[in-house]
């Protein structure tokens, strides 16, 4: 990425994060694969809740519409993820697997002095999350997905062709296009549309994929967990998704967001999404 690139990559994360309540904190944790940025907010003494961003140039920063509600109930805790877009500094090491990605999360958690939290992700963050929790239950408390890509269903293969494009040839009006077609033409926030479209110009690491979680594993799961699907998604069928999940995870409450779609969360989400995380994370 040019100095030019990287300065609006910068304005444009600045910009969004400026959505965020009064009082954040940005924090650097040293983890095995570099140094991650936290945005933290909320009482310093409450609840820890990690948030992880979708992939495809999402970051941190645009967890901003849920920041405040959550924030009143816990600490909240959003990261940049190791070689993708946003602040985290890469180190010589980049996460090649699944043990890779929970041991960068253990460190985090390690870093921020957290023996166990609330865990929450959507699309690809949901599925860090999600495996996570399979392998160390015991530092999560509550899970929350949100339309989560890869854990109960695979991807429509209209959603591949239309994101193949932008995926081989990252540009700004490509993002834009294939958020545009997948949103349905929902209007987006401009400021968060131009941290995407910045984004496409990251020199980012080939992220780490897999299988889906085992549906034994997933029987095993004796978290809490909450699943939201996004009822116009295109990224997969939501139903199946939510049917899936239900069947397979034993602790499951699972709900759909009506008038969204996949890549309008979690900034672009109804006033819902917000009453369901308040309400599960406030649950006994």
């Known amino acids: 990425m040019t100095g030019h690139d990287s300065d609006a990559f910068r304005v444009a994360y600045d910009r ?3 959505k965020w309540p009064a009082g954040r904190e940005a924090l650097t944790v040293p983890t095995p694969f570099g140094e991650t940025r936290v945005n933290a907010c909320g009482p310093r003494d409450a609840p820890p809740l990690l948030l992880l961003p979708g992939g495809g140039g999402a970051t941190s920063a645009s967890w901003y519409a849920q920041a405040a509600a959550l924030a ?3 600490r909240v805790l959003a990261v940049d993820l190791p070689g993708a877009p946003g602040l ?34 959507h699309s690809y963050g949901a599925w860090i999350a999600l495996h996570h929790a399979l392998r160390a239950p015991a530092r999560v408390r509550r899970l929350f997905l949100l339309d989560p890509t890869q854990c109960f269903a695979g991807f429509k293969a209209a959603y591949l062709l ?33 941290l995407q479209e910045a984004a496409a110009g ?33 990224t997969h069928d939501p139903q199946e998704v939510r049917g899936r999940a239900g069947a397979l995870l034993p602790h499951a409450e699972t709900a759909v967001l009506p008038g969204v779609s996949h890549h309008a969360l979690p900034q672009a989400g109804p006033e819902t999404l917000t009453r369901h995380l308040t309400d599960f994370l406030s649950a006994p």
Not at 208 to 233: D, E, H, I, Q, W
């Open 16 to 18: 969004v994060l400026a």
């Open 72 to 74: 009143r109930i816990r």
């Open 88 to 121: 985290s500094r890469a180190g010589d090491r980049h996460p090649r697997t699944v043990a890779d990605l929970a041991g960068w999360l253990d460190a985090v958690l390690a870093g921020l002095g957290v023996a166990a939290a609330d865990v929450g992700g």
């Open 162 to 194: 239309r994101a193949l494009p932008m995926l081989l040839r990252p540009a700004p009006r490509r993002v834009r296009a294939f958020l545009e077609w997948e949103t349905g033409g929902a209007r987006l926030d401009p400021d968060w549309l131009r």
């Open 202 to 234: 990251f020199p980012s690491a080939r992220p780490v994929t897999g299988p889906r979680p085992a549906p034994k594993a997933l029987r095993a799961l004796r978290v809490p967990v909450l699943l939201l699907v996004a009822a116009n998604s295109r």
